[in-house]
Antibody
Framework: EVQLVESGGGLVKPGGSLRLSCAAS????????MNWVRQAPGKGLEWVSS????????LYADSVRGRFTVSRDNAKNSLSLEMNSLRAEDTAVFFC???????????????WGPGTLVTVSS | EIVLTQSPGTLSLSPGERATLSCRAS???????LAWYQQKAGQAPRLVIY???SRATGIPDRFSGSGSGTDFTLTISRLEPEDFAVYYC?????????FGPGSKVDIK
């Protein structure tokens, strides 16, 4: 059974840092791209970042580029998101999601973790 | 950036009725790289449709997707009680992988 479990969320002051983790199990982690998507309270979904299966290709949303860093450890079946210079508008539930390659070569998100809440407030 | 617009914002229907949700893109979505997700309150999104028209594993055949280019549709032929939720479309053809604002299907 595919499982993704996020951790590391919590309350942090503006300007602070936080590191999120996503533990994967039930599939060959190194075969899939991985992604972070967030959802502010009562709002819609926002894609944050994607990392290819081999770590070679990394993408970020403009809203987080330069402040967030995504990484993965295929030996530990783990995905991370290092978040610096946090702002109030970063307050959200952060989901990790598995990326599956479609025939087109693009990746859709087929399994999602339950999410971890990040609150940025003084 | 491809902007996705969903309509209607809210659809109030009764169980057994047909739901038709629309997703329109500001520019053509490459290779029909369009997905639909279902999200219930307090839960993670669940993949329903990928590639504009392919049902995800475990999704019942009352769900169908269609469309290409800039216009896409999710149809639920006969609503079951468990189908009342928010539905998001997402394009994954080009970065940033944008989501629509969502369409809520609630019980009339």
């Amino acid at each position: 059974e595919v499982q993704l479990v996020e951790s590391g969320g919590g309350l942090v002051k503006p300007g602070g840092s936080l590191r999120l983790s996503c533990a994967a199990s039930g599939f060959t982690f190194s075969d899939f791209s991985m992604n972070w998507v967030r959802q502010a309270p009562g709002k819609g979904l926002e894609w944050v970042s994607s990392v290819s299966s081999s770590n070679r290709f990394i993408l970020y949303a403009d809203s987080v580029r330069g402040r967030f860093t995504v990484s993965r450890d295929n030996a530990k079946n783990s995905l991370s998101l290092e978040m610096n210079s946090l702002r109030a508008e970063d307050t959200a539930v952060f989901f990790c999601a598995r990326g599956v390659p479609a025939a087109s070569g693009r990746y859709y998100f087929d399994f999602w973790g339950p999410g971890t809440l990040v609150t940025v407030s003084s | 950036e491809i902007v996705l617009t969903q309509s209607p914002g809210t659809l109030s229907l009764s169980p057994g009725e047909r739901a038709t949700l629309s997703c329109r893109a500001s520019q053509s979505v490459s290779s029909s790289s369009l997905a639909w997700y279902q999200q219930k309150a307090g839960q993670a999104p669940r993949l329903v449709i990928y590639g504009a028209s392919s049902r995800a594993t475990g999704i019942p055949d009352r769900f169908s997707g269609s469309g290409s280019g800039t216009d896409f549709t999710l149809t639920i032929s006969r609503l079951e009680p468990e189908d009342f939720a928010v539905y998001y479309c997402q394009q994954y053809g080009s970065s940033p992988f944008t989501f629509g604002p969502g369409s809520k299907v609630d019980i009339k």
